[in-house]
Nanobody, 122 residues
Framework: VQLVESGGGLVQSGGSLRLACAASGSIFSINEMGWYRQAPGKQRELVAGITSLGSTNYAGSVKGRFTISRDNVKNTVYLQMNSLKPEDTAVYYC?????????????????WGQGTQVTVSS
């Protein structure tokens, strides 16, 4: 199982970016998916999460500006980021709480992507 992120980059303040994270491998089902970020010298923090049924939660700092969504057929989670600010600059990571199969057995684990850099210039 692996998670691959895409969509990061450099954008001016007030601009938009859309991140995507695709899960692949021997996946049976995916429960919650989420986006986290880590700025230099800071701890990793939750940005947004979404359940398999589409319930969402957001960090207060991004509420109203970011939107998380998912495509359960493609095993992909998205993060639409609008009205970006310099303080949104960070490495963004996705994660997925999923059930995968190996042979005849199923296992539960939390997987992380490799991270994608988002830089917002002022």
């Amino acid at each position: 199982v692996q998670l691959v992120e895409s969509g990061g980059g450099l954008v001016q303040s007030g601009g938009s970016l859309r991140l995507a994270c695709a899960a692949s491998g021997s996946i049976f089902s995916i429960n919650e998916m989420g986006w986290y970020r880590q700025a230099p010298g800071k701890q990793r923090e939750l940005v947004a999460g979404i359940t398999s049924l589409g319930s969402t939660n957001y960090a207060g700092s991004v509420k109203g500006r970011f939107t998380i969504s998912r495509d359960n057929v493609k095993n992909t989670v998205y993060l639409q980021m609008n009205s970006l600010k310099p303080e949104d600059t960070a490495v963004y990571y996705c994660n997925a709480d999923l059930i995968y199969y190996s042979g005849e057995h199923h296992y539960t684990d939390l997987y992380w992507g490799q991270g994608t850099q988002v830089t917002v210039s002022s």
